[in-house]
Each structure stands twice: as C-alpha cells, then as structure tokens.
C-alpha cells in the first residue's frame, strides 16, 4: 500500500490533518500546539509541512499524519489508512492487487510522456511556420522554450500513437498516460504543447494551445494516474527556488502568463492549471511562503477567486496580497509584451487582498442608500470572519468609518471560521518520556559530535526529520565545544536512567517472591545494591 499511503500523503497536508484535534498556531516555517495527550504545560508538539512530520516533545512521540491518527485515535495503521483515505479522497480499491502493479502502470505512464515530450520538441524544431509563431508571435525565447520544454504536436491523428507503438508502448499504456483520445488516437494535434512537469522534473500531462482561433483554446491531458489537476501546480518546478530565495509566489490565471513572467524576469509566478484554487495548492505554496500574491483579474470571476482564496488561506498565516495595476492591459501576458518593467513594478505594487475586496465592494453598491450600506457590510463581515482576531478588529473599524457606523452597529458574521475540534482517545501511547536517546542522537547525526558505532543509527525518513527537528528545537546555534559537553551529560543521563529501570523491575521481582524463596531474595537484594553503588559514581 506504499503507493495508497503516498497519494494520501500528496492530497492531505499534516497541519491540517493535525489540527483536527489540536489547536496549531504559526511558528515561522512549522507550526506549534499543546500536547494532545495532556502531558505539557507550554506548547511541546511541532508539526512541519515542509518534511510532512510530527513530533511530540513532551511525550517523545513523532511520525507522520498515519502514525497521528494511530496514536490519537488509538487503532490500527489499517484503519488510519482508510480514515486518511476517505478524507483525502483517494479509492484503495484502485491500489488491490499489490503496490507493483500500480507502480508498474506509473513508471511506464511518466516513460511514454517523457518521450511524447521529446517528440513534441523534435517537431517543433522542424515546422518553421509553428517556430515563427512560438518565436515572433508568442515571443517566447530559445532558453524559454527550452527551459518550459515547449513542443508541437503534428495535425495527424495516430502521428504520436504509431511513434510509442514503435518504442514498444501499447495504447492501455498511452491511454494511462492521458494521450489517447476516445477514438484511440492522438489526444492532441496541431497545437503548441507545454508539458505539466511535477515537483520532481517529470512529465506528468500536457497543456495544448490552438496556433490560430479555433476552439477550444486550451486542451489539457485528463485526469491521470500522474496527473491531478487539484494539486498540480503549473511552473512550480521551474519557480520552486526563485521562491525560496527571494520569499514570494506570483499566482496568475494562464499558464501562458507563467511562462512570460519567467521570461520577463519574475520567475516567482505559477497558476492552477485549468482549475480554481485549490487547498492543496495553497498548501503547497504556503510550505514555501507565506507571501502569497494574486495576480487575478478585476472582474467578477477574479473577485470571487480572491474571495475563496481568502477563505481558503484560514489561519495558516498567510499574507495574501493582490496585483492589479496592469496599465490598460487585460492580464499579465498582455502587460509584458508592452513592458517587463511594467509587470515587475506591479509585482511590487500589489494591495492587501482584504482591501482590495473592500474595494471592489465599494465599487458595487451604492453606499449612500440604507440597502446598499447593509449588504457591503454583510459581505464584508462574512469575509473578515476568515481573518485572525487582530486583523478582524482593523478591519472592523474601517468598515464601520466606511458606512458612518458604530462597530459594534456591525451585523456579526454567522458561521464560525474556526474547525470543531475532534475529541481525542487517549491511549497508552501517550505516556511521558523524556527523550534523552532522541536527542543524542540528534547531536550525533545533526551536530557531527560523538561515536556512531556506539548507538544504532535509525535508517527511516521520518525519524530522521524527526531528530532534524529535536535538533533545531534544542541546539540550533550551539557551539561544537557545548554539544560535546551536552552530549556527555545526555550519555550519562542515559545510563543512570537504565540503571534506574533496571532497579525498577528488579524491586518488581523481589515483592513478587515468597518468603521461602530467601536466596533469591538475597541475590536480588545485592544486584540492587550494585546498581546503586555504580549510580553514585
């Protein structure tokens, strides 16, 4: 079930899978809460979207979002696996029959994409007419093409189907991959192609845009084993570490507006290919930053794509922002083709997305009249109902020096923004531990200090993001000569404390003896004595 756990891993994110049950707040790039199962008196448990992991400082417990649920929940791995299913929407029943079968059908998918891609480029390269409109009319570049792997798919209807049949691929094959059509052939012809390229570099699906006015202007690859258009993010591979350094992404409507604002110098921009906002895009982007910026249009669809961001966006910290100044132009693409430094300037003249819906509000109803004064404020107040308490309050007050009102003449918005709490099992699981061997061992991997060979070194992903974690939470920023010091005194905590079980369980022995049994009796009391002797060394 490797490829069942990974399709759920894919759909749900950890923090919001974790803050079912416990109530999480932002902490820079993870999020913090109180320990489920009681045990702490500050916020001990840490959740991290970047490595997907969890770790319980108070209870020295971790893992992911199935070993969570176990825990919590008290059952089996099993049944988490059908609750995350469920949740994530993912059908186990497609994952019957053994993890490599499924594996088997998605390495051969990604392999006749990544050959359906080089064929594209191939004729591309070949088709001067299709090159002048790539070239002069798109005014894409030789590095843009290249880097966005653009192609062109010919107008014959098998002319890809007979070219993967040749590299031995069947049409099951070509139909898992998205590329058949319904009557078994080429599922695109005579477009330009974009390949979707997932997180990892590989081709998972394509975007398809008509060379003259015909409909429809796009055609996208259908969902696919690879391809979820609920996830996948146009451009994040090519914009992944221009986010990263310089801490902003870009969301524009067209995929065709990404790869001009790549070429045009912003290379931050990404879109959700043929699909609204989803919650798992932003998630997604938010593990990167949380400066999220809305280059939508300013009409009513683009208006109501803010408003669901904004909902969506909840308490995960996230600054969003809207970039709207486009100088007469109807989109970014438009824009760049008059200018680049027109497009980088509105990047950086973007409005708090709030404002800008406050606007458009303003815009819509006569605020003069009594029933325009009521439904800008009703809207406004279902809106601000998705802002933390702070920003609730600032917003507040501008609506009500907006319609001349009192705050507190304010309608409260109905609903509660805010998730109920599931009630938590609490089992065994949960007991106290104080985690000295985690971090030790977190010293040993992390910090480069002590021996190895002494220690067995875990081997699993998660653990070790876990002790990743151990190690920022206590010793970032510590100097080597205060690890081998920190180290030492873990060492020795460490073995006083299995001195202490042992004793323990020795003294659980002795009551459990009769009195005939003196010998025993004796011979437990001086291994006691022993132990103690060497605790006091």
Same mark, same amino acid.
């Given at each position: ?57 108070? &209870? ?82 030789? &590095? ?52 979707? #390229? ?5 081709? #998972?699906?394509?975007?398809a845009r008509v060379l003259d006015k015909s409909e429809p202007k796009y055609l996208n690859t259908p969902e696919t084993l690879l391809f979820n258009k609920g996830r996948f993010i146009f451009g994040f591979y090519q914009a992944k570490e221009a986010i990263r350094k310089n801490g902003f992404v870009v969301i524009v409507e067209g995929n065709m507006d990404v790869i ?59 600054? =969003? ?7 007469? &132009? ?95 099992k609490i089992t065994g699981n949960g007991r106290k531990n104080d985690g000295i061997l985690d971090r030790i061992l977190a010293i040993l991997i992390y910090g480069k200090v002590g021996d190895a060979e002494d220690f067995e070194i875990p081997k699993e992903k998660d653990k070790l993001a876990e002790l990743e974690m151990v190690f920022e939470k206590f010793y970032n ?47 437990? =009391?001086?291994? #006691? ?9």
């Amino acid at each position: 079930m490797n490829d069942a756990k990974e399709e759920i891993r894919a759909r749900l994110a950890i923090e919001d899978v974790v803050g079912q049950y416990i109530e999480l707040k932002r902490k820079g790039r993870t999020f913090e809460g109180h320990s489920p199962w009681g045990v702490d008196k500050t916020p001990s448990f840490m959740v991290s979207p970047e490595k997907g992991i969890w770790h319980d400082f108070s &209870a020295n417990r971790g893992g992911d979002i199935f070993s969570f649920v176990m825990e919590v929940e008290g059952i089996s791995f099993r049944e988490a696996l059908e609750k995350l299913a469920a949740q994530a929407g993912v059908d186990l029943s497609k994952y019957k029959g053994g993890d490599k079968e499924v594996s088997k059908k998605k390495a051969r998918a990604k392999e006749a994409l990544e050959l359906a891609c080089k064929y594209y480029q191939v004729c591309l390269a070949k088709n001067k007419p299709v090159c002048e409109y790539v070239f002069y009319k798109r005014n894409l570049n030789r &590095a843009t093409v290249k880097d966005f792997r653009i192609g062109y798919s010919p107008k014959e209807g098998k002319a890809l189907v007979e070219f993967l049949m040749k590299k031995g691929f069947s049409r099951q094959e070509m139909a898992d991959a998205g590329l058949l059509n319904r009557f078994n052939g080429d599922m695109f012809r005579g477009r330009m192609m974009v390949p979707f #390229i997932d997180t990892t570099g590989n081709v #998972i699906g394509f975007t398809a845009r008509v060379l003259d006015k015909s409909e429809p202007k796009y055609l996208n690859t259908p969902e696919t084993l690879l391809f979820n258009k609920g996830r996948f993010i146009f451009g994040f591979y090519q914009a992944k570490e221009a986010i990263r350094k310089n801490g902003f992404v870009v969301i524009v409507e067209g995929n065709m507006d990404v790869i001009s604002s790549h070429q045009a110098g912003v290379r931050e921009a990404v879109a959700t290919s043929g699909t609204a906002m989803t919650e798992m895009h932003l998630k997604a982007l938010s593990k990167l930053t949380d400066d999220i910026r809305l280059a939508y249009d300013g009409d009513e669809a683009g208006v109501k794509a803010t408003e669901r961001a904004i909902k969506m966006a909840g308490d995960l910290g996230i600054k =969003l922002s809207v970039i709207s100044d486009y100088g007469g &132009a109807k989109d970014p693409d438009e824009l760049i083709q008059k200018s680049a430094d027109l497009w980088m300037k509105a990047v950086e003249k973007r409005m708090p997305a709030v404002d800008w819906l406050l606007e458009k509000y303003e815009e819509r109803f006569d605020l003069k009249t009594a029933d325009g004064k009521q439904e800008y404020s009703d809207l406004a107040m279902e809106l601000l109902k998705y802002l933390p308490k702070v920003r609730q309050r600032h917003y507040r007050q501008l609506v009500a020096e907006k319609l001349n009102v009192e705050m507190s003449d304010l309608s409260e918005a109905k609903g509660d923004a805010k998730r109920r709490l599931k009630e938590i099992k609490i089992t065994g699981n949960g007991r106290k531990n104080d985690g000295i061997l985690d971090r030790i061992l977190a010293i040993l991997i992390y910090g480069k200090v002590g021996d190895a060979e002494d220690f067995e070194i875990p081997k699993e992903k998660d653990k070790l993001a876990e002790l990743e974690m151990v190690f920022e939470k206590f010793y970032n920023g510590w100097t080597k000569e205060n690890l081998e010091i920190e180290f030492e005194e873990l060492n020795k905590k460490a073995k006083d404390k299995i001195v202490d079980i042992e004793i323990e369980e020795l003294k659980a022995k002795l009551s459990s003896l009769s009195d005939d049994e003196e010998d025993k009796v004796n011979e437990i =009391l001086q291994k #006691i004595q022993d132990l103690q002797k060497t605790e006091k060394k």
